[in-house]
């Protein structure tokens, strides 16, 4: 790899002297796809580390990315879907406040109350999303805002049915995402058994890596420690055959679940 790539980092002068009289041209394309591979990357909504990889190894990074990330999303050369603009203005809360006033739609409340809740406003949000309920039951979105409102103000036990009444009716929405605020708030209710039970049926609907991991964690604080290395074994060995872009995707995950195993195999806490 040295032979072809004789330079490391981001050092865009071994890159031109490499290239010889077509260096800098290289530079600039190399550069170009970078930038490509980075705004992908936001628009994509990506684990946090793949920025780290396409900045911090440039140029091998971008290729990376590209191969693991890019390729295996379909058609890349088409246009993401849900691309969000790199800069938009945000509306201030005034601003919302006005809009749910001179117009109460769901769109308009939903915005309000997304924005309050990430001023830890919950209780203002609350009235603005049980308003969405009243006219939509089912809809989801308001549904885990509102049970993610209850848990910020420490009213568990009404999150937990909130989220009951989103798995009931739409038990994959936003790639699982509510069986693992289920867990969480079973966690803080100190319920270990059912926060079990939600781990067990979460890593049925998706079996992957993470959330072997997170069942793991809940087999061994239920003291089911040989379940544990039973489902941690076979998880690593899925992933020591698993494709090159999965083995790097889920590189972390496989730190930590070799971590739980030795854990489950020693009684030693995982760090």
Known sequence: MSDVFPFQGHNLEAIVEWGGPFGSTIALLLGLFTLWMLIDAYNSHVENYWYFVILFLFPLGAVLYFLAVKMRAGSWLARPPRAAPLFDRRMSLDELRHRVQRSPTVANR??????????????????????????????????????????????????????????????????????????????????????????????????????????????????????????????????????????????????????????????????
């Open 110 to 271: 939903l915005h309000l109350a997304d924005r309050l809740m990430d001023k830890k406003e919950f209780a203002e949000a609350v009235p603005h999303l049980e308003g969405i309920l009243a006219v939509e039951p089912h809809y989801c979105q308001a549904l885990y805002s509102l049970a993610e409102c209850r848990l910020g103000m420490e009213q568990t036990d009404q999150a937990i049915e909130l989220l009951k009444r989103l798995l009931d009716k739409e038990p994959r929405w936003s790639n699982y995402k509510a069986w693992q605020t289920l867990v969480e708030a079973y966690e803080s209710k100190s319920e270990p058994a059912l926060a079990l039970d939600a781990c067990r049926k979460l890593e049925r609907y998706m079996p992957t890596l993470q959330t072997k991991c997170l069942l793991a964690e809940h087999l061994l604080a239920n003291r089911l420690n040989a379940e544990a290395v039973k489902l941690l074994d076979d998880a690593l060995e899925d992933h020591r055959f698993a494709s090159f872009g999965k083995k790097l995707r889920d590189w972390s995950w496989s730190r930590r679940a070799t971590a739980l195993l030795r854990e489950a195999e020693t009684g030693t806490p995982a760090s």
